[in-house]
């Protein structure tokens, strides 16, 4: 009996641990971001493009120094009852004042993150600082893809709730990495956003339409798809883990109707209509002009630290 508990405990973590939405996903995510950029910013960011796609994922390996992080990737509106819309006040100092920074904190910050990373690159941008541009974007690009997760915006974020355990993982990491290579990436070029903090709401609200139906539709599947077909054991990342069987993820894959794809897609025009948005209202500087410059000995530091934490699989706080 103690075995079969430990053998439980085992498969539970190997299914509830996945980084946003994947680092798959969010490296193509952002590499694909530069592509909707125009003619006064494009050259800059494709010379940098691999520094945009590897460092997709700094904020997901901050969780493991900075009990800060966690927040700022999702937003658990259910928490804030049937209309959470309604009732969430949208600038933060309105939202602190109605519901206290530690509520707020507990339970996510996402669009708010954004806003705030958005107007840091604007300040980047005004300072014609490259390295700060390229971390900034990075850490940007993120924070709104995560936005785009269904299980960003729910309380019931991994299936803990209703016996679906392993669930974020599924949908934003399994899928991605199986049919990504199918998706259709043309979504045309970057549009300028009018109000930033208004737009990462929009893109939220929209978002938690979808997390029923992520739910729902895998737990009909569930019920219905052969149990010892489930499962398959494969390699990943160094190590053999139990994970969701190529037949039962084409399943649900295709029970969603395309919504991975959708929020995928999403993602890309967003990211990039932000990094735009924000060039234009720095002033649009002209990139071409920008020096190279490198990161300062501290910033490589806790970089190497990031690094060497994220490596031990310690996350603090919440684990998605």
């Known amino acids: 009996m103690r075995g079969k508990r430990l053998f439980i405990f085992s498969l539970l973590a190997v299914l509830i641990i996945c980084s946003s939405w994947g680092f798959f996903a969010h490296k193509r995510i952002n590499r694909l971001a ?39 990737h999702y937003l658990d509106a259910d928490h804030y009852g049937s209309a959470p819309f309604d009732s969430i006040p949208k600038k933060w100092d309105d939202a602190v004042k109605k519901l ?68 974020h993982g599924f949908w934003e990491s399994r899928l991605p990495e199986l049919f990504a290579d199918k998706y259709d990436y043309f979504v045309g070029r970057a549009v300028y956003i009018e109000n930033p903090l208004n737009e990462a709401w929009k893109i939220v609200e929209h978002t938690y339409t979808y997390k029923d139906s992520v739910l729902m539709i895998e737990a009909r599947l569930s019920k219905s798809f052969p149990s010892d077909q489930k499962y398959t054991f494969a390699q990943r990342n160094g190590k053999v883990d139990k994970q969701y069987s190529e037949g039962y993820s084409k399943a649900y894959h295709d029970a ?12 890309i025009l967003a990211v990039g209509s932000f990094w735009y948005s924000a060039w234009v209202d720095a002033g649009q500087p002209d990139l071409n002009k920008l020096t190279k410059s490198d990161l300062t000995s501290e910033e490589k530091k806790e970089i190497a630290r990031e690094e060497q934490l994220y490596k031990q699989g310690r996350i603090i706080g919440r684990e998605q």
């Open 256 to 267: 969603l109707h395309g919504m991975v794809e959708r929020q995928m897609r999403s993602s």
């Open 100 to 167: 206290s920074e530690d509520t707020l904190t507990a339970y996510g910050i996402v669009p708010w993150q954004i806003q705030r990373s958005y107007y840091a690159l604007v300040k980047a941008f005004q300072e014609q600082d490259s390295a700060r541009i390229l971390k900034v974007s990075s850490d940007l690009g993120h924070y709104v893809a995560d936005a785009h997760v269904p299980l960003h915006t729910t309380e019931n974020y991994n299936g803990q709730m209703t016996g679906q355990v392993g669930i």
């Open 34 to 72: 530069v592509f909707t950029l125009p003619p006064g910013m494009v050259k800059f960011y494709k010379s940098n493009i691999e520094y945009i796609n590897e460092h997709a994922v700094d904020p997901d390996k901050r969780r493991y120094t900075d009990s800060a992080e966690a927040p700022r």
